[in-house]
């Protein structure tokens, strides 16, 4: 949506909730910025356009008739577009907190720290310093941010991959259909351009930097694609265990997860916790960092170390200062 639209649009819903007395199209046309004063064709157009838009995101236009006047009145209900008070109690609070967390490296960051700075000075808690809850809703794989912007813009990408049970690192040039999450895993779905096909690939194993290829709004999804289904299938599970060593008075996700605890020294507890996936497990454990250590097994040990590196590399790669 063009800026010019957005003023105009947000402009009319001040104008009708303002009025105490519905106007008519003439007078909206007259009070609100953005409508041509002078094409009646095009002015009537662009109103309906705008009604049916507001309406469409849940604002409520209420439409009157006077007896007396020839053309119907529009205004907003202040009762009718206004939400009720919302009282959150300390575990739905927390929830919520939980969930602008997932937020943190998306392109809503910003509008999500603003909700919960608006809750906070209402007095609501949404830290999560008291429950037990953690975040787990991955998407700190360090190719997540830059697919979603490619997805988002259309455009082709280029990266290195490591296939599964291979430790070979190929360049793949591809036009990302989606982003989908399945069993805890992030996958992006899109045509291989170099197997001229569609494919899957998982982005913990993405072993490098994304790259963007051609212009914006050059990728072209198909209208049948089911994204979901092309990611559907199972893997067959084979739980290990892993020992990690956790700071003391952190980890409580992890601890309430461990089939096994054992208190340590120096600052230090051990837990035990069955995976299937390493590199699934090495999402959750570089999302905690520097209070646990992956001690066993050393797969899922180098999954953790890649995994920061490969965060590290992203950071560097956007100039981040430390």
């Given at each position: 949506m063009s800026r010019r639209k957005t003023e105009r649009l947000l402009n009319l819903v001040i104008c009708l909730l303002a009025t105490q007395r519905p106007l008519s199209a003439e007078q909206i046309r007259q009070a609100v910025p953005g409508y041509d004063p002078d094409n009646d064709e095009a002015f009537q157009r662009m109103f309906e356009r705008d009604k049916n838009e507001l309406r469409e995101i849940g604002i409520p236009i209420d439409v009157q008739r006077d007896p007396w006047e020839d053309d119907p009145g529009y205004r907003i209900v202040r009762q009718a577009y206004e939400l009720p008070e919302i009282i959150l109690e300390p575990d739905e609070a927390a929830v919520i907190g939980l969930a602008a967390q997932v937020w943190q490296r998306a392109s809503l960051a910003e509008a999500a720290s603003g909700a919960l700075l608006k809750l906070q000075a209402g007095g609501v808690r949404t830290d999560l310093a008291d429950s037990p809850l953690e975040l787990r809703v991955d998407t700190r794989d360090a190719a997540f941010p830059a697919l979603w912007e490619a997805v988002?813009?259309?455009?082709?990408?280029?990266?290195?991959?490591?296939?599964?049970?291979?430790?070979?690192?190929?360049?793949?040039?591809?036009?990302?259909?989606?982003?989908?999450?399945?069993?805890?895993?992030?996958?992006?779905?899109?045509?291989?351009?170099?197997?001229?096909?569609?494919?899957?690939?998982?982005?913990?194993?993405?072993?490098?930097?994304?790259?963007?290829?051609?212009?914006?709004?050059?990728?072209?999804?198909?209208?049948?694609?089911?994204?979901?289904?092309?990611?559907?299938?199972?893997?067959?599970?084979?739980?290990?265990?892993?020992?990690?060593?956790?700071?003391?008075?952190?980890?409580?996700?992890?601890?309430?997860?461990?089939?096994?605890?054992?208190?340590?020294?120096?600052?230090?507890?051990?837990?035990?916790?069955?995976?299937?996936?390493?590199?699934?497990?090495?999402?959750?454990?570089?999302?905690?960092?520097?209070?646990?250590?992956?001690?066993?097994?050393?797969?899922?040990?180098?999954?953790?170390?890649?995994?920061?590196?490969?965060?590290?590399?992203?950071?560097?790669?956007?100039?981040?200062?430390?």
């Open positions: 988002r813009d259309r455009r082709a990408v280029t990266f290195p991959y490591r296939s599964a049970g291979s430790e070979s690192v190929l360049t793949r040039t591809v036009e990302p259909w989606g982003v989908v999450s399945r069993g805890g895993r992030w996958y992006t779905v899109g045509h291989d351009r170099d197997r001229g096909a569609p494919r899957v690939f998982r982005l913990s194993r993405i072993a490098g930097p994304v790259s963007t290829v051609g212009r914006p709004g050059a990728v072209t999804v198909p209208e049948d694609v089911d994204l979901r289904s092309m990611v559907g299938f199972q893997e067959a599970p084979n739980e290990r265990i892993a020992l990690i060593k956790v700071r003391q008075g952190t980890g409580l996700g992890l601890r309430h997860a461990a089939v096994a605890e054992r208190t340590g020294s120096g600052g230090w507890d051990e837990v035990e916790v069955t995976f299937a996936d390493p590199e699934r497990l090495a999402g959750w454990i570089a999302s905690l960092g520097a209070d646990v250590e992956v001690l066993d097994p050393p797969d899922a040990r180098e999954a953790v170390i890649r995994r920061l590196k490969g965060a590290l590399q992203t950071s560097g790669d956007h100039g981040c200062e430390r």
